[in-house]
């Protein structure tokens, strides 16, 4: 079943600890969410091999969220795990792109060589600047009044964990599986964004949409995560889109996509999606390899002029592509 009590801590970055060894070593972080403490668990080794785990971060995050998400207060806000609002998903949401993902060892000898290094790197510069915010996205745990935190001593124990991809799990980590339940880390800093990301090299990228459980049938990624042969992602990428047009409602939106393959593909089946995952189907057209084609957006699928979301999804429903804008000027075709 999904996460018990899935949200977004939300608060000031007070200490850090690395812990090494081989047994599920995480990264903590001491979190003041408005005079309530919390630790914030984050795996930095898988207890199933591979056990590396794979990580990216942006450095200047955008997405359509941000404004919701900087409305929220100090302190553990609980987030239904639906499309639309700031739960988070790894693939449906379209938060960053998978193949920046690189695995990294979880502490090792040497400067930023590491995965403990890789998130030093924000963490310190959060803990050292007054005005910066920790957004945790996890499960929660406590509080739990007769036991102090392990790590930083505080009481009572209280935390967010499972600061990771929450689906498409195998063995006994089915059972956490679920979607719009996704953990990450997002920094905001006052001059920019900051997001990390991190996932097990063991799950999958293709998963139910009610249950999270991995598809049948998908080839496992590659040991980057990145996609394997077999697997749809990418064939067809979303190029650009005419997200505002010039004129009153109703608008002429437009999505030009780019055939990457080396034969032509039938769009008939093929869906587009909006961030509240409104499907609309895509016209009956030819798509020659290395051609593009600029299509009406469907009429039920919405776009918002101040922020959202495209998915692109082959007649298997399995995604191929996804972007996220924030912005859409006038009359301006926006370039992905």
């Known amino acids: 079943m999904p996460l018990a009590e899935y949200g977004v801590l939300v608060g000031r970055v007070r200490d850090r600890r690395r812990e090494g060894g081989k047994n599920s070593p995480h990264y903590q972080i001491h979190v003041d ?20 785990l794979l990580y990216t971060a942006d450095e200047d995050f955008t997405h359509p969220l941000l404004p919701a998400l900087a409305t929220v207060s100090d302190g553990f806000t609980a987030l239904p795990s639906t499309p639309g609002g700031l739960a988070l998903d790894f693939i449906r949401a379209n938060l960053f792109d998978r193949t920046a993902l690189r695995t990294l060892p979880a502490d090792q000898p040497g400067p930023d060589n590491d995965l403990a290094d890789k998130l030093d790197h924000y963490i310190q510069r959060a803990a050292a600047d ?12 406590g509080p739990e009044p007769s036991t102090p935190d392990k790590v930083f001593g505080f009481s009572p124990g209280n935390g967010v964990h499972d600061i990771h991809m929450n689906q498409g799990n195998t063995g006994r980590f089915t059972a956490d599986d679920g979607v719009w339940q996704d953990g990450a880390l997002i920094l905001a800093f006052p001059d920019r964004w900051v997001a990390v990301f991190l996932a097990f090299q063991s799950q999958a990228w293709h998963t139910d949409d009610t249950t999270g459980h991995t598809l049948p049938g998908i080839p496992p990624a590659d040991p980057d995560g990145h996609p394997a042969p077999g697997e749809p992602d990418r064939q067809i990428r979303i190029i650009a889109a005419l997200v505002n047009p010039t004129g009153p409602a109703p608008e002429p939106e437009t999505v030009t996509l780019l055939n990457t393959t080396a034969g032509p593909v039938d769009l008939t089946g093929w869906t587009l999606l909006d961030r509240a995952q409104h499907r609309g189907p895509l016209p009956s057209v030819l798509l020659p390899a290395g051609d593009t084609a600029r299509l009406r957006v469907p009429p039920l699928v919405a ?3 101040n922020g959202g979301t495209l998915t692109l999804l082959n007649p298997a429903g399995l995604k191929v592509d996804g972007v996220a804008y924030t912005t859409a000027p006038e009359g301006r075709t926006l370039a992905f």
Not at 34 to 51: C, D, E, I, K
Not at 130 to 141: C, I, M, N, T, V
């Open 33 to 52: 969410a408005a005079g309530t403490q919390f630790r914030v668990a984050v795996n930095v080794l898988s207890a199933l091999a591979p056990s590396e």
């Open 303 to 305: 776009l918002g002029n």
């Open 130 to 141: 007054p005005a910066a915010r920790l957004y945790a996205f996890g499960q929660r745990w």
